[in-house]
């Protein structure tokens, strides 16, 4: 009674265009070549094997330098903030082959931010600053400065 059902409901769906009968389409066809089942000879079938190889292998290889120029600019980020190192970055950049350097998008950012600090530290830079602070900032900042030193003479020369 069960087979019964089972074969009934079995027909009933593979009627409907679902696919049920997917048993009988085996014991029919009876190849189990998979060249044939895709319509193409076995040359065909065994050069398309090989490009979908290759294929896998070059998105592979671009998923492996992408993950390892992510690794790269996190390995940057916590150099530049002074963070703790990973362990795993490290790993990705080695399995990439250590050939791995910063995206160029982010070389040009990184190299722009590296200029604008260099210019802050120089003393065009302190001077471009100055203009942009107000006198009487200029002016506590120098009284400020001069007791500082005052006091640290002071306390160094017993005679003054």
């Known amino acids: ?26 014991e029919e066809g009876g190849t189990s070549d998979p060249a044939a089942a895709q319509g193409m000879t076995r040359e065909e079938y065994e050069e398309y094997q090989k490009q979908m190889i290759e294929e896998k292998m070059e998105r592979d290889a671009a998923f492996t330098q992408k993950k390892a120029e992510r690794a790269c600019v996190r390995v940057h980020l916590r150099e530049k903030y002074r963070l703790p ?19 160029e998008d982010l ?6 931010d590296q200029e604008e600090e260099e210019d802050k530290d120089s003393i065009l830079g302190q001077l471009q600053n ?3 602070m107000d006198l009487d900032t200029i002016k506590e900042k120098a009284q400020a400065t001069f007791t500082e030193m005052k006091q640290t003479a002071e306390q160094k020369c017993s005679v003054m």
């Open 130 to 132: 100055l203009q942009n």
């Open 107 to 112: 070389r040009k950012m990184v190299d722009e």
């Open 85 to 103: 190192k990973s362990e795993m970055d490290e790993n990705q950049i080695q399995m990439a082959g250590d050939d791995v350097d910063l995206p």
């Open 1 to 26: 009674m069960a087979f019964f059902m089972k074969t009934m409901i079995s027909n009933q769906v593979k009627n409907l265009g679902f696919g049920g009968g997917s048993e009988e389409k085996k």
